[in-house]
């Protein structure tokens, strides 16, 4: 079934042209301000969000949520859908979404498979925004990851950056990569084991857009990078959890590695592994402010899809 292009859906970073983007970074600014100064408008007051997980979030559900409410929403949810839904019961994902969306004016919807998201979004009548879905994409964290490397460095062209540490499963990795294709000059290296490295069909995707990157297995070019992007490895995601205990410390960004050094870091959390505590108390940590800002860049994606 096709998707219904007249609906504002978000599904992939793919489909945000320059011109998008750059509509929402600044709407985005305009909702930093508004919620600083306790002016936020309440455009969505007699709407519902529906805010519907399959797999555990803190960042994503709760942004989401406090940001509906904050532009004046109300909220439905479920925190733990697979379990607490009639999926349990066999229910598919696409008559689950339109139960949902026959309730709430918007779907914010994240679920482990891949593709899922764009599944329920092929019967929906109304906005379903992508909260990850599997291994895939993660279209709204990639928007608050541009907004803040833009707001600490000032432009997203003529950037070299450095993505780690697990590639082949990261969601977030190949969203980013995908919105900083549309900006001038950027450099992509991505840093893991030989065994974490891009899936080719993303590679040849990058390709397509014109990107430079490369693939090493080091940090031995640390200091040259002006954003270094971390990022758990995704133990979900691994078929056989040996592996993933053979990885998960290959690589770790420790204290002594970052200061002195330019290099902001972002990460999209949770951090487990791949940052050292030590690195919290430095300038160079931006992923905090990063997690903060997805509540100024989802309200105003709930405003994007909601056509105001
Ligand atoms: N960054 C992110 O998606 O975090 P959560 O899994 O906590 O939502």
């Known amino acids: 079934m096709a998707i219904n292009t007249s609906v504002k859906h978000i599904l992939t970073a793919g489909q945000f042209n320059k011109e998008d983007l750059e509509n929402i970074l600044q709407r985005t600014e305009v909702m930093e301000k508004e919620c600083k100064s306790g002016e936020v408008k309440k455009l969505l007051t007699n709407k519902i969000v529906a805010c519907i997980f399959f797999e555990p979030s803190t960042r994503t559900r709760l942004s989401f949520s406090a940001a509906a409410l904050k532009l004046g929403a109300q909220i439905i949810s479920a925190e733990n859908a697979a379990l607490d839904f009639s999926v349990h019961k066999g229910e598919s994902i696409e008559d689950t979404a339109r139960m949902i969306l026959s309730y709430a004016d918007l779907m914010v919807m994240r679920h482990p498979r891949a593709g899922s998201v764009s599944l329920a979004a092929e019967v929906a009548k109304k906005p379903v925004i992508n909260a990850g879905d599997g291994g895939n994409e993660h279209p709204t964290q990639a928007v608050l990851d541009l907004y803040t ?143 903060q800002n997805g509540l100024y860049v989802r309200m105003a994606l709930l405003l994007y899809s909601m056509g105001m």
């Not at 971390?230 to 420790?254: C, G, H, M, P, S």
């Open 149 to 291: 490397i833009k707001k600490r460095l000032g432009r997203l062209d003529d950037l070299n950056i450095a993505f780690g540490f697990d590639p082949k499963h990261s969601r977030t990795i190949r969203s980013l990569a995908l919105l900083l294709t549309h900006y001038k000059n950027n450099r992509f290296t991505f840093v893991c084991s030989e065994a974490l490295a891009p899936l080719p069909e993303f590679l040849k995707d990058l390709e397509k857009r014109g990107a430079r990157f490369e693939v090493i297995s080091n940090l031995d070019r640390w200091q040259d990078y002006d954003i270094f992007y971390a990022n758990r490895l995704q133990e979900e995601r691994f078929k056989d959890k040996n592996e993933f205990e053979k990885y998960r410390r290959d690589f770790v960004i420790t204290r002594k590695l970052v200061e002195g050094s330019k290099t902001m870091i972002l990460d999209p959390l949770p951090r487990i592994d791949e940052i050292e505590l030590g690195v919290d108390a430095l300038p160079n940590a931006l992923y905090f402010d990063q997690a």
